[in-house]
Antibody, heavy 122, light 108 residues
Framework: QVQLVESGGGLVKPGGSLKVSCAASGFTFSDYYMNWIRQAPGKGLEWISYISDSGDYTHYADSVKGRFTISRDNAKNALYLELTSLRADDTAVYYC???????????????WGQGTLVFVSS | DIQMTQSPSSLSASVGDRITITCQASQAIYNDLNWYQQKPGKAPKLLIYDASSLETGVPSRFSGTGSGTDFTLTISSLQPEDFATYYCQHHDNVAVFTFGPGTKVESK
């Protein structure tokens, strides 16, 4: 069955950096666009980035543009998000999510990981 | 930017009730609207995509309608496992992905 497992979250100081990962299994990872979506504690959901199936195309929400970098390694079935210049308002659970259909950017996410918490505090 | 609003922000209901949640877009978005369910401490779950298509495995008591700016999610007979927060989400093919603020469905 499809599995997405995030890791790498933790406590980081303001201005610091962190790289979170998402290990995918149960499907042909290289066929799907992948996304990162976050949720601040007690708040709603915010899409922050996608990467194309090949890795050639990426896009970011304005709130993270220039600070976060999405990448993938299709040989390792892994998705990454590098977070830099972190601020307190980046504190959130970060979810990786897979598009519902292969080969397309739909913005419709049928598979989600369990999330990894990034806590930015001094 | 397109803004999404939901009403109510919360509601209290009983098992067996029919409930309706509304989502409104600040401009017409055709049927580019999804609905998700989220339980505490869990990832969101896709319920409805493209305004009215039921995701595989989702019970038929869930339904979605609407197009343009006004959309609804209906649960025809609320079950104990349906107490959760529901989010609408706009999507398009130029990476505009915006969630509504959510509607919390609580037990009366």
């Amino acid at each position: 069955q499809v599995q997405l497992v995030e890791s790498g979250g933790g406590l980081v100081k303001p201005g610091g950096s962190l790289k979170v990962s998402c290990a995918a299994s149960g499907f042909t990872f290289s066929d799907y666009y992948m996304n990162w979506i976050r949720q601040a504690p007690g708040k709603g959901l915010e899409w922050i980035s996608y990467i194309s199936d090949s890795g050639d195309y990426t896009h970011y929400a304005d709130s993270v543009k220039g600070r976060f970098t999405i990448s993938r390694d299709n040989a390792k079935n892994a998705l990454y998000l590098e977070l830099t210049s972190l601020r307190a308002d980046d504190t959130a659970v970060y979810y990786c999510a897979r598009e519902r259909s292969s080969g397309w950017l739909l913005g419709t996410w049928s598979q989600w990981g369990q999330g990894t918490l990034v806590f930015v505090s001094s | 930017d397109i803004q999404m609003t939901q009403s109510p922000s919360s509601l209290s209901a009983s098992v067996g009730d029919r409930i309706t949640i509304t989502c409104q877009a600040s401009q017409a978005i055709y049927n580019d609207l999804n609905w998700y369910q989220q339980k505490p401490g869990k990832a969101p779950k896709l319920l409805i995509y493209d305004a009215s298509s039921l995701e595989t495995g989702v019970p038929s008591r869930f339904s979605g309608t609407g197009s343009g700016t006004d959309f609804t999610l209906t649960i025809s007979s609320l079950q104990p496992e349906d107490f959760a927060t529901y989010y609408c989400q706009h999507h398009d093919n130029v990476a505009v992905f915006t969630f509504g603020p959510g509607t919390k469905v609580e037990s009366k």
